[in-house]
């Protein structure tokens, strides 16, 4: 089975803080993603990565970056966290042209 | 533009009451279409793929299937654990584009 871990369910930063969030995948998958999830908004792209050092923009990439050294481990950096960037932050994994993605458990992150 | 729109956006069920989410879509070159169902509080597990109009794919109580402009999963003979909300998605390059999800509730 494919797993995809993230380092934290549950994550309460203040505004300012300079917060990572980590995913792993142990199915070397060459893709990975980063959406976060919002009520009413649905699932929405923040940045992806085929292959390691490579990183490409999604549809929401303002106030994130992100990191991908090896290809298992793909991680979410918030420069300065804001209140807005309070979400449900999900990582995907998956392999080839055809995109089935494997999920994370998540992790819900809340800016104070 | 490319769009994927999911209803109803909730559904209650009677145990055993089967019935049909619906997922109409409009992308250039469909390369897949994507189903998965999402627990509260939980990521998306992935349920089916289906890459062709008239292909259908089966999983216990839930069957997917796939026309040029819409997909269908009909969920028979539901049970309470069948309780989520179910998400599809459609892949415009190597991205997904997911709908609003249906919110779907068995009552025993």
């Known amino acids: 089975d494919v797993k995809v871990t993230q380092s934290s369910r549950y994550l309460v930063k203040r505004t300012g803080e300079k917060v990572f969030l980590e995913c792993v995948q142990d199915?070397?998958?060459?893709?990975m993603f980063w959406y976060r999830q919002d009520p009413g908004l649905g699932l929405r792209l923040i940045y992806f990565?085929?292959?390691?050092?490579?990183?490409e923009k999604g549809d929401i990439p303002e106030g994130y970056s992100v990191s991908r050294e090896k290809k298992e481990r793909f991680s979410l950096i918030l420069e300065s966290a804001s209140t807005n960037q309070t979400s449900m932050y999900l990582c995907?994994?998956?392999?080839?042209?055809?995109?089935?993605?494997?999920f994370g458990p998540g992790t819900r992150l809340t800016v104070l | 533009e490319d769009q994927v729109t999911q209803s109803p956006e909730a559904l209650r069920l009677q145990e055993g009451e089967s019935s049909s989410l619906n997922c109409s879509y409009t992308?250039?070159?469909?390369?897949?279409l994507f189903w998965y169902r999402q627990d509260p509080g939980k990521g998306p597990e992935f349920l089916f793929t289906?890459?062709?109009a008239g292909e259908e794919k089966e999983k216990e109580r839930l069957k997917a299937t796939l026309t040029k402009k819409e997909s269908f999963l009909h969920i028979t003979a539901p049970k309470p654990e069948d309780s989520a909300t179910y998400l599809c998605?459609?892949?415009?390059?190597?991205?997904?584009?997911f709908g609003q999800g249906t919110e779907l509730s068995v009552k025993p």
């Open positions: 990565s085929y292959d390691v050092k490579m990183k």
């Open positions: 998605a459609v892949q415009r390059g190597g991205k997904l584009i």
């Open positions: 995907a994994s998956g392999q080839g042209l055809i995109n089935e993605q494997f």
């Open positions: 992308v250039s070159g469909l390369r897949g």
């Open positions: 199915m070397d998958h060459e893709n």
């Open positions: 289906l890459y062709s």
